[in-house]
């Protein structure tokens, strides 16, 4: 190798230190000549899955997440079952216990944790295993062929999954906790009580509450024998009662040290040129144990070795969804209520569903849930980002309303469900697509099924689905990601970090953007690009030009793309009333041009479908002359405004919905937002406009105006949040501006409005569209203002000549 390149050790082949690696090879992969040390004599295998492995329903070489190739691939030197030893800080040297010495730049210890094994007698004996590697399961594997009697110390996650590995292995199964229920710091009282009976219809024997005192043998394990003198036989004894961050080599190093080695939120260490990562690592206090901390705090020391400096680890708030053997259980936060807290409950003994909320001043402060937990993730969210949930407390406990897209629910069904079961509606993936990319790829993550499947990609309804196939697959010590989930592959960053820094650094063109947040692609991709031209736009709109080339082809062409490469057209017929001269024009027109199907929308238009690419100014030019704009039914913006005839026609009407309509649309019209937006007027609360499963939906009373908000029909359907009630048609212009502009600042881009409400709370909007007057009146002199550029007619614009090229024939170009 090079010696120009700077020398990186790492101390540790396991998970998080690999993962710290191949996130360095990512973001600088000419950087460093790096050498792995391992005390183990295998490759980098995911150690989640030792339990399949133990039960048998998985190989070993299924588990491993980076071959010997892979090291050889990208120029990594690999020392297996040659643990490190000792730590040189002056001289900058590592040694083995066999003498080889190493020089480095930069060390990385990632040394992860020992098993504990209680101070107790005959804990040495023969027969006595901990559970943590592939040389432990091998051992209890030779131990089971007997068929023999087992005791497992450890009622946690890792014991009942070793308990439930020999007992499908053939073995009669006891397991001792000292608690008085399983997985206490999983589960309250009642879900263990649950967990128990049903593990013992499985055929394991419990003893709870129970210390033991000696493990019992003559050269090898018999028995056990508790504190009250009672005993219990075994020839095979598993420690599973926790783990210790393996410390011994950092202490002898003189490296500083509490219950782990403690780092910054840059993973450093009190030596600078040292870095720690995983379950060795003390930060702010805390040590972790799960997947998803570790790989938070991997790609951190990652960013860092390769000199961005951008991330910091503030620590985790760590949900847990578990698998233990065929049960799905969810916990995350404090879920033991305290004073001032209240507890939500929810048991369904028949169906062997619990699910318990703690809530402190309309906050959700923890959840534990058995049985069902596909609504986990909705409640993590809801708990990270301090959601007030005072508005939907009469239905929290029974779930997110609009999961899913054909009324599936409930993680035990997902697994029930055949592999040709469409999980994603959107993209066309099944549950065998799925299933198979986590276990082929060695996924963790949505984001990662994301990448390689598409699933959950595009409306999100499906996410619940696919983070319960992540949770099954990977067995138990799968967790949901904590921290701000990044734009995409090519930064670190969140959609909040990127919209702050857009504002903190007044950031008016993608290029400059992308220098200043160091981007880790020159040009983006096709998921970040689109979001930072929208974000731009709206954070400047009277200032920034907007970056067609980073549309995709329906907004860049305004029209949309149909199924043979023919486009449609659909004009803005204002709150849906029309005259026989527009009809006669629009019918003059598809004529003209040939236009084989016409067709009314659901929103109250008429679209022209079959209308070739070059054609498409010509027909807007004519279309303008007759008096229409573009009806944006391709874009991220205003879509409809839908009314009923209201009190000018109808019987029951109660206040002039059609007009109020046609003035909410030519206000807002040409607002480019976060995602589509629809607006419904209804004349009565009987709804023929269907308002409360819009974005923004109106209802007229006798009084004067019912105001809802995020709601949507199509896949997920979802009724609207009542916001407030107006009596003028003044305010409800006013309250839509202001709501619309809210959105548009405050939402992510390609987030509807009714997971933006779910997300932040109705409180959120509320207090700031509600019961702020003068922030609203803020929200809509900036609606109003970012409308002086929006409201130009891009058909007009390009009938007139511009983007000429879009709409022109490669042949005639060439020409």
């Not at 609504?375 to 007030?388: A, C, E, I, N, V």
Request: hydrophobic share 40%.
């Amino acid at each position: 190798m090079s010696g120009k390149k700077t020398r990186l050790v790492v101390i540790g082949n396991g998970m998080a230190g690999i993962r710290t690696i191949e996130e360095l090879i990512k973001m600088s992969p000419d950087e460093y000549e790096i050498t792995v040390f391992g005390a183990e004599p295998q490759p980098n295998y995911n150690r989640i899955l030792l339990s399949p492995v133990l039960s048998g329903e998985m190989a070993f070489q299924e588990t491993v997440l980076n071959d010997w190739s892979w090291y050889q691939d990208h120029h990594i030197t690999l020392h297996v079952g040659k643990p490190v030893t000792k730590i040189h800080r002056k001289q900058c040297v590592v040694q083995t216990d066999d003498g080889l010495s190493v020089p480095y730049d930069r060390l990385l210890i990632a040394t992860g944790s020992n098993p504990f094994m209680p101070p107790i007698s005959g804990i040495d004996l023969p027969g006595v295993v901990a559970y943590r590697s592939i040389q432990d399961v091998e051992y209890m594997l030779s131990v089971a062929q007997a068929g023999k009697r087992a005791v497992v110390i450890g009622g946690g996650l890792l014991g009942l999954e070793a308990a439930n590995g020999l007992s499908l292995r053939g073995m009669d199964v006891s397991v001792v906790h000292l608690s008085d229920w399983l997985m206490e710091r999983q589960l309250d009282k009642v879900g263990g009580d649950l967990l128990t009976r049903e593990l013992k219809k499985r055929g394991l024997n419990f003893y709870l509450a129970h210390a033991t005192e000696a493990i019992l043998g003559d050269g090898h394990v018999a028995g056990l024998r508790f504190k009250d003198g009672s005993e219990i036989p075994a020839d095979l004894v598993v420690m599973a009662v926790g783990i210790r961050p393996n410390t011994t080599l950092a202490k002898s190093a003189g490296i500083y040290c509490e219950r782990g080695i403690v780092v910054n939120d840059t993973m450093q260490t009190y030596d600078p040129k040292i870095y720690a990562v995983g379950e060795c690592v003390q930060h702010r206090g805390q040590t972790y144990g799960l997947v998803a901390p570790l790989f938070e705090q991997a790609k951190v020391a990652a960013n860092h070795l390769a000199e961005f400096g951008r991330m910091r680890y503030e620590g985790s708030l760590v949900s847990t969804k578990l698998k233990v053997t065929g049960i799905d259980l969810f916990s995350a936060g404090d879920f033991n209520a305290g004073e001032g807290d209240e507890e939500l409950l929810m048991q369904d003994a028949a169906r062997g569903v619990y699910k318990k909320l703690v809530l402190r001043n309309n906050q959700l402060r923890g959840a534990v849930m058995y049985g069902d937990t596909v609504d986990g993730p909705w409640y993590f969210q809801m708990l990270r980002d301090g959601t007030d949930v005072s508005e939907i407390r009469e239905h929290i406990l029974f779930g997110q309303a609009h999961l899913g897209d054909s009324g599936r629910s409930g993680a035990a069904s997902v697994m029930n469900m055949p592999d040709s079961a469409e999980i994603c509606g959107c993209n066309g993936v099944n549950k065998g697509m799925i299933v198979k990319a986590i276990v082929e790829k060695k996924l963790f993550t949505i984001e990662e099924v994301r990448a390689h499947t598409k699933a959950s990609a595009s409306c999100g309804s499906c996410t619940g689905l696919v983070e319960a196939l992540l949770a099954n697959t990977l067995g138990g010590d799968y967790s949901a990601s904590p921290n701000k989930k990044p734009m995409c592959a090519c930064t670190d960053l969140s959609h909040d970090d990127v919209r702050a820094a857009i504002t903190q650094h007044s950031l008016a063109a993608i290029p400059e953007l992308m220098r200043v947040l160091n981007w880790k692609t020159p040009d983006g991709c096709a998921s970040c690009r689109p979001a930072l031209n929208y974000y731009l736009l709206a954070a400047a709109p009277e200032r920034y030009q907007d970056d067609s080339h980073s549309r995709f082809i329906n907004e860049r062409v305004h029209a949309n793309i149909q199924k043979d490469g023919t486009y449609s057209v659909i004009p803005r017929i204002w709150g849906g009333v029309t005259s026989p001269a527009e009809l006669r024009a629009i019918a003059d027109i598809a004529d003209k041009y040939e236009v084989p199907t016409v067709k009314f929308t659901g929103g109250q238009r008429l679209d022209l479908l079959g209308v070739t690419k070059e054609n498409l100014p010509k027909m807007w030019a004519e279309l303008v002359e007759a008096g229409f704009v573009s009806g944006h039914a391709y874009a991220k913006a205003l879509r409809t405004v839908k009314t009923c005839v209201g009190s000018e026609w109808c019987r029951f009407g109660t206040q002039d919905s059609t007009g109020l309509g046609i003035q909410l649309e030519k206000a807002t019209w040409g607002s480019w937002t976060p995602h589509k937006f629809k607006i419904a007027v209804s004349g009565c609360p009987r709804n023929c406009a269907e308002a409360t499963i819009k974005d923004f939906g109106v209802v007229c009373v006798d009084s004067g105006y019912e105001i809802h908000v995020g709601g949507n029909g199509g896949i997920k359907v979802r009724v609207t949040d009542f916001l407030c009630k107006v009596a003028t048609e003044a305010e409800v212009l006013e309250y839509c501006g202001a709501f619309m502009q809210l959105y548009r600042e405050d939402a992510h881009y390609q987030e509807r409005t009714a997971p933006w409400i779910e997300r932040t709370g109705l409180a959120h909007i509320k207090q700031r569209v509600v019961d702020d007057a003068k922030m609203r009146g803020e929200l809509y002199a900036r609606f109003l203002q970012s409308q002086i550029p929006a409201q130009i007619d891009p058909w007009k614009a390009r009938a007139e000549g511009k983007d000429a090229a879009e709409f022109t024939p490669l042949m005639a170009i060439s020409e």
